[in-house]
């Protein structure tokens, strides 16, 4: 654990200092102090998902290559259906990552920005559940939030509850209303982007994949985790990810509309709204995906090495004399 507090302490430091600058701001304008403080992480919210839109617009890029090498990527799984024998499946394992090096697909660019986001949360998390130790002197101030500023933000509130409080730490029912609305909200926000995403902008084709498949159990299964979660978190953690998943919400809306996944219903109705423009809609390719690469239908059978064919040799019979 005090590895994890090390390694998370420059981002811990970097939150400080974001969510001090908000404060100030919203302290300036005349924001009460906990909405100020409340409205503060919000802003921090903001300025993470900012950072991360580079990595989101690989990330859309890459999906839109995985959905357009599908084709293929069944082909191959044709050829060797049926096959279990080892050289068959690294055959198959060696086509495949071939196929992802020639057109620049990586299968894990979509966790990337919720895997390099997650050093956030839990360092938010951190900051805003060591507030009242650092408020009573137990631990040291972290950058600008010193003793004096976390007895400020410790005494403050919004709507009754402060921001270090979570539904299992308190007893007060202000406390608990409000988590109870946030996990409700972030609930609704995640199944809603999930489900516009799955919907709306993946082809007919992707959704019959034993993927998608796990996709929609894991639809379902989302609010029953942050009802679980949710309650061990801080208001401020529940603050930050209610905003991050609003932000993703919008994105993701503006991506389906103006960016839409190839042979999806969204792609489909930009066509329409294009074609009644007088426009057309340019093409997705992916370099190094043509039909000169297309992968053959035939594989070797399983358990047998193909060997290479000759050419046939003319056999002369020899010829008996009859008398």
């Not at 259906?81 to 979509?110: H, V």
Request: proline letters at 7%; a positive charge; aromatic letters at 10%.
């Amino acid at each position: 654990m005090d590895f994890l507090q090390t390694l998370l302490y420059p981002i811990k430091l970097g939150e400080a200092w974001v969510m001090y600058a908000w404060h100030w701001l919203f302290d300036t304008i005349g924001l009460p102090t906990g909405w100020a403080w409340a409205m503060s992480i919000v802003g921090l919210t903001v300025v993470v998902r900012i950072l991360l839109i580079p990595l989101f617009v690989r990330q859309i890029h890459s999906s839109r290559r995985m959905q357009l090498i599908q084709p293929e990527m069944q082909k191959i799984q044709k050829k060797y259906k049926g096959k279990r024998d080892p050289e068959s499946q690294k055959a198959q394992q060696a086509e495949i990552m071939d196929l992802y090096r020639r057109t620049g697909t990586n299968p894990f660019s979509s966790c990337l920005p919720i895997l390099i986001q997650s050093p956030f949360f839990f360092a938010l998390f951190q900051l805003l559940n060591n507030l009242k130790a650092i408020a009573e002197g137990n631990q040291p101030p972290i950058g600008p939030i010193t003793r004096q500023v976390a007895q400020t933000i410790e005494a403050s509130t919004i709507l009754g509850a402060k921001l270090s409080d979570s539904f299992v730490n308190s007893t007060t029912l202000n406390v608990k209303i409000l988590s109870a609305v946030l996990i409700v909200l972030m609930s609704a926000t995640t199944f809603t982007t999930q489900y516009q995403l799955m919907r709306k902008n993946m082809p007919a084709s992707a959704l019959d994949n034993p993927f998608a498949k796990q996709q929609k159990v894991l639809l379902y299964l989302m609010p029953l985790f942050f009802a679980f979660s949710g309650i061990n978190f801080p208001i401020g953690v529940l603050l930050y990810w209610l905003t991050t998943n609003l932000w993703t919400m919008g994105q993701q809306f503006y991506v389906i509309r103006n960016m839409p996944a190839p042979g999806s219903e969204a792609e489909r109705a930009r066509r329409e709204r294009l074609k009644r423009k007088g426009k057309e809609a340019e093409e997705f390719t992916v370099p190094g995906l043509d039909a000169a690469d297309s992968v053959p239908d035939d594989a070797p059978k399983s358990g047998q090495r193909q060997q290479p064919k000759g050419k046939k040799r003319a056999r002369t019979q020899p010829t008996k004399n009859r008398r």
